[in-house]
């Protein structure tokens, strides 16, 4: 957390958190619109407390919600500013003086940046269990606030607390975590290698203020973090050490001075980086604490980071190159089990995409849609979801694109939802028709005035000279229309309609052992009724 000041003298604590092992139209098709023992033997019980958790896509879809698109913002490290120690404290200072923030403000607002930049990068589906190893003083607050934010967010934190602070403020933040049974652990209670038992350690012993060599018991537990990264050929999975503001032990302006002190692999600044980031070498460089006022900003002449959408945090640097063969999900999701789902495929849809929605995803009814011509050639395309009923999957487009005469040459296709947050898919195949002009007309005036038109100016797939073709038309055609009359609806545009010959529900699960349900219609006594087929995956 940023360094907060008590009678001019900063505490300090160690946070340690260890990685290891449906439209009014003709067919009433749904509007979207509107959905608007021993000790040692003590640990490895406590570790399964919360075993098997099952991982929420609802859930998961709001935490990387605020973290929109954040490994796409690549800050320059030398844009930045770095502070000295004296700079860092006289800003907190300030923020807890006359700008009036409070200690447990800022300690709040600290712990939740770092376990957002925790929960963008290692997943709990794979890094759960976190050991959070808390200092005396507000480093360790800091630690007590992201743990109880890790829980929520659905890890298996744990923490170890030796030097505690009999304070209100401190003794609250341990309150709150016993009442959600998070662990406490003893010095004793720790296991010797905590490569074997922790998947994150997050270091919060220091920050910026502390002075002199580390006194026990923390000079120990900083060895043993030094440790885990000598000894990191003998694990097959070493864990990720996460420090907060400065890793502990080192300078706050020149950093690891002795070259043997703990290499973090993520550092969670606080405010400003200080000057010993400049220092880290580590893959994953976050700064967190979205509370600078310009005030602030002004007076130090700060240049920081614009922070992504609603996210409390925001990395600094690239991010590092990854191994693209070892990019994987070890999916966590309940059971799609046949008697479970309903019948009728267009009702199981309905459920899923409701799903969707409620978990909060971006454009739920994005689908890939894939076509082929009479030349064999597939080509797919993301397009809009417009409605679906029991005739049909609709969607609109220019009657004289690329797909558009694909179909005209092949009139069926595949259509492909993807719901990642939920590990969830959806394949349907099926015949392709036009759908009434009447009802491509009542749709193109539903939508915003700028779109009508961009639809007009848009003579989709074709080759054009550079982009200015296109703003210097709308222009022309926006002024045309400027008096709020009628959009005609031109001819080459409207919608289309697949109607489904088959689905497939796909639900991810453990070691690629994923559930997918077919649906085919079949004809029993004159009737026609859909048969639910298992496939391997």
């Known amino acids: 957390m940023l360094a907060l000041l008590r009678k001019g003298k900063r505490m300090s604590c160690l946070v340690t958190a260890t990685l290891l092992p449906s439209s009014p139209a003709a067919h009433s098709v749904h509007n979207f619109k509107n959905i608007n023992t021993s000790r040692h033997l003590l640990l490895p019980r406590l570790l399964g407390l919360r075993a098997n958790i099952g991982f929420s896509g609802k859930y998961w879809g709001s935490v990387r919600g605020m973290a929109t698109k954040m490994d796409s913002i690549q800050q320059n490290p030398d844009s930045i500013s770095y502070l000295n120690q004296q700079e860092a404290a006289e800003i907190d200072e300030i923020l807890m003086g006359p700008l009036g923030f409070t200690v447990d403000q800022l300690m709040e607002l600290a712990g939740l940046s770092v376990a957002t930049a ?3 990068v290692y997943r709990p589906s794979e890094y759960s269990r976190v050991l959070t190893i808390c200092g005396p003083g507000n480093n360790g607050g800091d630690g007590l606030v992201a743990a109880r934010h890790l829980y929520h967010f659905g890890y298996r934190p744990f923490i170890c607390y030796p030097k505690r602070t009999a304070k209100p403020l401190y003794s609250g933040l341990v309150t709150q975590l016993e009442s959600l049974s998070v662990p406490f652990l003893s010095l004793e209670d720790l296991p010797k290698d905590l490569s074997d038992n922790f998947d994150i350690l997050v270091d919060a012993m220091f920050g910026f203020s502390f002075h002199g060599s580390p006194r026990p018991p923390f000079d120990e537990l900083i060895q043993r973090l030094v440790a885990l990264k000598i000894n990191n050929d003998t694990h097959q999975k070493s864990p990720a050490i996460v420090s907060i503001d400065i890793p502990s032990g080192w300078h706050v302006e020149e950093g690891d001075l002795s070259g043997e002190g703990i290499k973090p692999d993520m550092l969670v600044s606080l405010t400003a980086p200080k000057l010993c980031a400049k220092r880290f070498s ?3 460089h976050f700064l967190g604490g979205r509370f600078v006022p310009p005030s602030i900003r002004n007076k130090f002449n700060l240049q920081l980071p614009a922070y992504p959408g609603t996210s409390m945090c925001v990395r600094i640097g690239k991010p590092p190159k990854i191994d693209i063969s070892s990019l994987r999900e070890n999916y966590i999701s309940p059971a799609l089990l046949e008697e479970e789902v309903t019948a009728d495929p267009f009702d199981q849809f309905q459920k899923w995409f409701d799903d969707a929605i409620a978990a909060g995803l971006k454009e739920p009814n994005a689908m890939a849609l894939s076509t082929t011509g009479k030349d064999g050639k597939p080509s797919s395309r993301i397009v809009l979801l417009k409605g679906f009923d029991k005739d049909g999957f609709v969607w609109y487009t ?4 690329g797909k558009a005469k694909q179909i005209a040459e092949n009139p069926h296709a595949a259509l492909l939802f993807y719901w990642d947050d939920l590990n969830r898919q959806v ?8 759908v009434p002009d009447e009802e491509s007309d009542q749709y193109f005036h539903s939508r915003p005035r700028g779109s009508q ?12 000279p550079g982009r200015q073709v296109l703003l210097d038309e709308y222009k022309q055609l926006e002024a045309k229309y400027s008096d709020g009359s009628v959009i005609p609806k031109p ?6 309609r697949l109607k489904p010959e088959m689905f497939e529900f796909w639900q991810g699960q453990k070691s690629r052992l994923h559930d997918r349900l077919r649906y085919i219609p079949e004809t029993v006594d004159g009737k026609t009724a859909w048969r639910i087929e298992r496939l391997a995956p």
């Open 282 to 284: 580590g893959p994953h």
């Open 427 to 434: 394949r349907i195949e099926g015949p392709v028709q036009k």
């Open 118 to 120: 925790i929960a963008e």
């Open 453 to 464: 038109i961009g639809a007009i100016v848009s003579q989709q797939s074709t080759v054009i």
């Open 398 to 401: 220019n009657y004289e694109g």
């Open 491 to 496: 001819k080459h545009w409207g919608g289309y």
